[in-house]
């Protein structure tokens, strides 16, 4: 087996590219999503614009914020519950294949802010935010990544970052600095 080379990252790249509202095609109702999201971003208002199409999502953020486009577009909490709290996998039941453990938790998504990919096919998130989502990444059946220029890459492959063979969606981002807050337009 030949190992793999840039073109290989860049095919799988351009494969799972799209824009926000087609990745949040993949949220249904009931389910379960972290958001690692710094900033202004396209997939918080996509998924805040399907507001009437879903009912009970649960979104669990890294950091108290009241800006989130989910907020602003459903305050009464019938579609999105946003928590700041630990989310704690055990309790999940892992999906099930003839009989066999897949480690994946059906219905949970992640849905992080990233850096650009590096040369070998490295997504980096957000700096001074030490990611303790490994896990998460690990269980989702879904990780959806929006890329943001201003999240440089470490090079240092570790907890930190996620590989595109682990992603599902690519979205082109905002790109805004990591400061500002999420705007609603």
Known sequence: MRPYEWSDYIREYSEKLCFADEAVRLVSSGNIIRYVLGGENYLDRA?????????????????????????????????????NAPLDLKQKEPEKSNGRNQEKIKGFIVMAAVSPMDECGYFWFIPDEPFKYQAEIDRAQYVIVEINEFIPSNGNVGSE???????HCIVPGRNAPLMQKPCCV
Do not use: M, W
């Open 47 to 83: 998924l805040a614009q399907r507001k009437n199409e879903l009912k009970n999502i649960i979104v669990y953020t890294q950091s108290p914020y009241d800006q989130y486009c989910i907020q602003k577009a459903d305050s009464t909490g019938r579609h999105f519950t946003l928590k």
């Open 161 to 167: 970052c996620v590989h595109i063979s682990n992603v």
